[in-house]
């Protein structure tokens, strides 16, 4: 039977488009800058895509600021984690998971301060194992990063990847062989190689659809 379950951290385990528009609000006001260039803010930042470092190269340049990067940098790592809310639902559908007898992991591409982020979620201690790209060295949507969580859990690479990005946890997790469930973020799906088994809101919602599964499976 597939005892085992991974989960996306930004906008998937923890609501990063939520996380950033209230930091966003902050630093904007912080530097003196109108409300209104939050979207100025945003479209620099890619939904996260855009490395730190060169996200407050360009904030920077386009707002003027005389605060060195480094420190920027700084400011930004030690606040950062603060600004994400903890899920209390989130954490009630993984214990509810785990108490079934089925190992979590989390599978996120980004750099080591994501354990600060699941730390200050109070997460952490719900999961058997954290995977982070950069201390793993190796990416979604690369089958090794699932392997590496499956191995660390001491179980078979059987069960489900939850996320909200297509091509790293979707195509990943159809890659490793596992069954998928998109977090959708109110998008349509729209690759045409590989498709989610299921869609889902919210973690709690893609936890439901797990358990469900897994009374009607024969095995
Ligand atoms: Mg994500």
Redesign the pocket.
């Given at each position: 039977m597939d005892r085992l379950a991974l989960f996306?951290?930004?906008?998937?385990l923890l609501d990063?488009q939520a996380a950033f528009e209230h930091w966003g609000a902050d630093f904007l006001v912080a530097h003196d800058i109108a409300s209104s260039e939050f979207s100025t803010l945003s479209s620099i930042d890619n939904d996260?895509v855009t490395p730190r470092d060169a996200f407050f190269a360009q904030v920077k340049e386009r707002f003027g600021i005389a605060t060195s990067l480094e420190q920027l940098l700084e400011d930004y790592h030690r606040a950062y984690a603060s600004y994400y809310p903890a899920p209390l639902e989130t954490i009630q559908a993984l214990r509810k998971l785990r108490a079934g007898g089925w190992k979590l992991g989390v599978v996120?591409?980004g750099p080591p301060s994501q354990l600060t982020k699941l730390d200050a979620a109070h997460l952490t201690s719900e999961f058997d194992v954290v995977c982070v790209s950069a201390i793993v060295g190796i990416q979604k949507p690369n089958v090794g990063i699932f392997e590496d969580a499956a191995r660390r859990c001491g179980v078979d690479l059987r069960g489900w990847m939850v996320?909200?990005?297509p091509g790293?946890?979707i195509e990943g997790g159809w890659r490793a062989g596992l069954r998928t469930i998109w977090?959708t973020r109110g998008r349509t799906w729209a690759e045409t190689e590989y498709k989610p088994d299921a869609n889902a809101q919210s973690v709690p919602e893609a936890i439901a659809i797990i358990l469900a599964a897994e009374d009607t499976d024969p095995s």
């Open positions: 996306d951290v930004d906008n998937t990063r996260g996120t591409n996320g909200d990005t790293t946890d977090i």
